[in-house]
């Protein structure tokens, strides 16, 4: 008895082998290339911080040195409103004739090179990017550094990548190694840097993804003490009581920071907006930009810069309410209406003092906690309520402070507040982006339907087939009927053997052609490729052959006889994708509570 390996033109998979991973060697490669990827993010982090500090003393003191010098101390009076102004423009500029990639705050442009640039970041990126970040915070922009060095260190892993022969999925890889890098080299956070990759910019979660970001994030983490300081930035020693009323509040502070988390969202893209609106190149709105950022900086100079000192008097405690609110009122004004003019910086860092004046305004109205304990649980939560990254935002300020007894009242604030932004806002603020620019993104992740089926289970049983003895012209006349018929059909030998497939294509060109008007069907098809599949595999290894190859329908055969046991077609496909969005969209109650009757009662 014939089978498909007796046809030389026939194709089909050998038996499969199956497992929890499809990863394989090549992750060697990958790690090896990530720990150069991560030793570059530390590199390019100093770098970073350094030309800050740089552009900063030149921008307000005149000075050519790293000496760390506050932009509140400078003694340049109302000619401080022109510094941010010069600065912005200068980054206006660099945008128009050098890259618009630079513009913005650095995560949805690496998103947007991951999802829809397979993940190909141009070398003048790597370097503009960081510099023009710098011009802008040194000038007093209000915006972190974590943002501007998670696209620099991207930019790095992408460029190693696009130097070795890798795919897409492995450039990927890299490019987010070299993010997770950058940001564990800025803060000392690797744990965090690596729930961020899962979080926001892998879109999957694979061995092969996951064990090259976290070499990268362990090589910076032990090699930033080599250029940074070792220490926690923000050590903090305070603890939370668990109590019930503490418990309560942990949760409330969740919601304010997500209702923040909707305002603030919602104020850099109305000040986006207004500037699409304006009859000017776009090049000049980081000028106009610049210019908010100079008069509030006259109102509240510790609103502008990185602001770490901010964070660090409001973990201990040390500002008073009404400096806490004129800092938060400031700094939300002038960031907002900066960021979206266009101009380059993280949004890290202000969210952090954004939560924390939150949650200090809130602690008199709280349950009694050490100082600044509250703003701790407000910095986290809007930071993870706005990113949509509570894992993230929580292992973020663990590490940050330093102090894991923290843990559970930073995860609950979290929480709550990516569950009310996930209910309020369609977008957090990194894709609203991107959907701006016409890209949808999705941030739920499933196991594909697919690769929880067979074959048998989707495949049709009851196929029309043509015999392999049947004439051209007999098969010519089935397919100009006027009955209604298929695309195509599998023909078969005497014994159900699959020889070929016939489409209505065939019968159009054979029409021509009289004479191989009285030669079998067998014979015709002899030697085309034929794509055959087996019942015992999974669907999404028949779908990805489908995609690949163009096929519309596959025969499905026995191994062990070749025999045609069934077809599988597109429309079999969609039938497993229905059947997963009835599991989500039905609801049914398999136990019903119902209360018992009660008996009449006889009255005699």
Known sequence: MASPASFPAARAPGTARL?????????????????????????????LLRLITL??????????????????????????????????????LMARYGSEKIRGHGIPEAMEAILIGKSRIQPKVAVLKPVSSAVSIGTGGPFG????????????????AQMVHVSSGERKTLL????????????????AAILLAVELLLFEWKPRSFLPVAVAAVVAAATRPLLLDAAPIFPYAGVG????????AWAGVGVLAGLGSGVLTSMVYAAEDLFEKLPIHWMWWPAIGGLVIGLGGLVEPAALGVGYDNIVDLLAGRLAVQAVLLLLIVKVVIWSVALGSGTSGGVLAPLLIFGGAL?????????????????????????GGTMRAPLTATLFAVELTGNFSVLLPVLTACAFAYGLTVLLLKRSILTEKIARRGHHVTREYHVDPFDLVRVQAVMTTDVQTLPASLRVADAVAHFTTLERRHTAYPVVDEQGVVVGEMTRADSLAWTLEDEDNARPLGEMLAGRELFLAYPDELASQVADRMALTGVGRVPI???????????????????????????????????????????????P
């Open 176 to 191: 987010v190694a070299g993010a997770a890098a950058g940001m564990t080299a800025v803060f000392g956070t690797p744990v």
């Open 359 to 383: 949650g200090a305004l809130a602690a008199p109205l709280l349950p009694q906690a050490d100082p600044g304990f509250w703003a701790l649980l407000g910095m986290a939560a809007m930071m």
């Open 145 to 160: 550094a974590e943002g501007p060095i998670i696209m620099t260190g991207g930019a790095i892993g992408s460029l190693l």
């Open 19 to 47: 497992g929890d991973f499809t990863t394989d060697r090549r992750v060697l490669l990958l790690m090896l290339l990530a720990a150069v990827v991560g030793l570059a993010g530390v590199a390019a982090a100093w770098v």
């Open 241 to 248: 009581e668990p109590s019930l009323p503490h418990m309560v």
């Open 55 to 92: 552009c900063t003393n030149l921008a307000y003191y005149g000075r050519f040195s790293l000496e760390d010098l506050p932009i509140a101390g400078n003694t340049l009076g109302w000619a401080a409103v022109a510094v941010p102004v010069v600065g912005c423009l200068i980054i206006g």
């Open 557 to 603: 055969v026995e191994r062990s006889t070749g025999r045609l046991v069934g077809l599988v077609g597109r429309k079999d496909l969609l039938r497993v994708r229905a059947a997963r969005l009835r599991d989500e969209r039905e609801r049914t109650a398999y136990f019903r509570w119902r209360a018992p009757r009660r008996r009449p009662i006889d009255i």
